[in-house]
């Protein structure tokens, strides 16, 4: 299929006959992700990645909280090497903590600090209300069938919908919770190589915010 008439697909109103939603109503998810990533006002999740790389792995789990445009804190809670490492955006300036080394650093943006959380792909586009713009420059293919999903730490199983995105070389396979088409999970392919693994272990769109959360201390 061309470029073209995935962009097409992308923003049709009725593209491709999906079964129904949990809700027992027929739906877009594509329509509906964007919708939910435009209107985001905040989000709050705990966060696991896993990085292949030359045939080893690694994996880091972490807090992230974020309200558009410009205020994040991603806090690691594991593994303990990398415990209570803090990075904190908020609008032009950027700060982090290091408490294995008892170092803190403070930049403007524009040195460096910015686009950061930019490696969860998809998640990252979704929180930063730009869904929309991603799908639009991604060649996109949607599964025919809802599948479950198995919740990371718990028993739960939740109906998920499929979406591959490919852009020039990279390929990410986002799963979208049934409930909200918000994601809950990605792997990241370079080529053939899977790359990255992003499991969402819980979230909260536009929830209650709290203000130090985005608090930069003073140097």
Not at 46 to 54: A, H, N
Not at 156 to 178: A, H, K
Request: net charge negative; aromatic share 10%; glycine share 6%.
């Amino acid at each position: 299929m061309t470029k073209s008439f995935w962009r097409v697909l992308v923003f049709a109103v009725v593209t491709v006959a999906i079964a129904s939603a949990c809700f027992g109503q027929s739906t877009d998810p594509i329509e509906a992700v964007c919708a939910v990533s435009q209107d985001l006002a905040a989000y709050s999740a705990t966060i696991r990645m896993v990085q292949y790389q030359d045939g080893d792995c690694s994996e880091i789990e972490f807090t992230f909280n974020f309200v558009p445009p410009d205020r994040m804190r991603i806090l690691y809670t594991a593994p303990a090497t990398v415990d209570g490492q803090t990075m904190i955006l908020n609008a032009d300036k950027f700060y982090t903590y290091i408490p294995s080394l008892h170092r803190s650093v403070w930049q403007d943006v524009g040195e460096g600090g910015g686009n950061q959380g930019a490696e969860m792909g998809f998640l990252y586009d979704f929180v930063t209300c730009s869904a929309a713009e991603t799908l639009e420059q991604a060649t996109v293919e949607i599964s025919e069938q809802i599948e479950m999903y198995a919740v990371e730490g718990t028993e739960e199983e939740i109906e998920v919908y499929v979406l591959t995105l490919t852009i020039d070389n990279e390929r990410q396979v986002v799963l979208l919770s049934c409930l909200d088409t918000a994601p809950v999970a990605i792997s990241i392919y370079n080529g053939d190589d899977l790359a990255l693994e992003i499991d969402v272990l819980d979230y909260e769109i536009n929830g209650s915010v709290d203000e130090e959360w985005f608090t930069i201390p003073e140097q």
